[in-house]
């Protein structure tokens, strides 16, 4: 009887040692569990109001291990999209500015006509005011509806409508509104298209893109010059060619062409730097690519490809 009891009061006791060890092992466990789950909310605490701390203390433990390693995915995350939302309110910025800047040319120049005007009594002189006025507000309106279509595409609110296009046509109907000055300024068209040539894309705004190239060529190759555009068709890819007689472009000016208000280093560039950006969003957008160079018989050449 005593023996038994002996041996229930060692086990009762162990029981007790047993339980107070496993409850202390516990309680410490989980009180450095809630402390380094604390001095992890802390460091995210850090990350929301101070933009400059990506740093989260590492956690030999597994399932903790396993929230650093998501939490610090998000602090990433969370600086590559705050870094992207300062360089676009810098390119937000920037293009304000450009836009202001390139409004306020013909804007000046529209006030100075307009002064000279009211102060001339030649009638001819009055005429040629009144066309020159003209001709800067059709620059005017050409510039804020190209600055308008720039917009909805970095918005991304511009959905093409993809579809076969016959690149006949589509020529056809990007030299419709350049016919009559190519005329007047004895600018020699030359076109080799075959015939049944097709590509895959919104034919509006592929017209749209090959219009700006057209222009920049007429402008380049001014009084009677020449504008040749060949296409080409093989089993990679279709070609459209637009080759003027102009100058051609300055070596540094190439890599930039693209880019959105560049004029090149020519202090005398006219231009306004928006078309050829514009061309390149337009065509790369719907899978397309356009590079410019200067051709080998002299003037500039551009290259159009859509492949197959």
């Known amino acids: 009887m005593t023996l038994g009891f002996a041996i229930n009061t060692a ?7 047993s339980a107070a060890a496993f409850g202390t092992a516990f309680f410490v466990f989980t009180k450095a ?3 380094s789950i ?49 360089k676009e309110k810098e390119h937000l910025a920037d293009s304000l500015a450009d836009i202001a800047h390139q409004l306020r040319t013909p804007l000046t120049s529209v006030n100075l006509i307009l002064s000279l005007l009211e102060n001339s009594p030649d009638e001819n002189d009055r005429k ?24 909805r595409l970095d918005a991304g609110i511009v959905v093409f409508q993809s579809g076969q296009t016959d690149v006949n046509a589509l020529v ?6 350049f016919l ?5 300024h004895d600018i020699d068209l030359q076109i080799d298209v075959p015939k049944g040539m097709i590509i895959q894309g919104d034919s509006g705004w592929l017209s749209e893109a090959i219009q700006n190239i057209l222009k920049n060529c007429i402008e ?8 040749e555009i060949v296409c080409k068709d093989n089993p990679l890819f279709t070609e459209i060619a637009i080759h003027d ?32 950006s514009l061309c390149r969003m337009i065509i790369t957008r719907q899978g397309g690519t356009i590079t410019a160079k200067n051709h080998p018989q002299g003037g500039a050449n551009f290259a159009i490809r859509f492949p197959k």
């Open 11 to 17: 086990a009762g006791i162990l029981a007790i040692a």
């Open 33 to 35: 569990r809630y402390t």
């Open 38 to 86: 604390a001095q992890i909310s802390d460091q995210i605490d850090l990350v929301l109001h101070n933009a400059d701390h990506l740093y989260i203390g590492e956690s030999d433990e597994g399932e903790l291990s396993i929230l650093h390693s998501e939490i610090t995915k998000m602090t990433l995350r969370i600086r590559e999209q705050n870094d992207a939302l300062k």
């Open 128 to 151: 040629a005011f009144v066309r020159e006025t003209e001709k800067l507000l059709v620059q005017m309106d050409w510039l804020l509806t190209s600055l308008l279509k720039l917009s």
């Open 172 to 177: 056809c109907a990007a030299l419709r509104p």
């Open 180 to 184: 009559i000055p190519m005329e007047l």
């Open 220 to 227: 380049s190759a001014g009084e009677n010059g020449r504008i």
């Open 245 to 276: 007689s102009g100058p051609g472009f300055d070596k540094e000016d190439l890599p930039c062409l693209f880019d959105r208000f560049y004029r090149g280093k020519n202090p005398n560039a006219t231009g306004y730097g928006i078309g050829l």
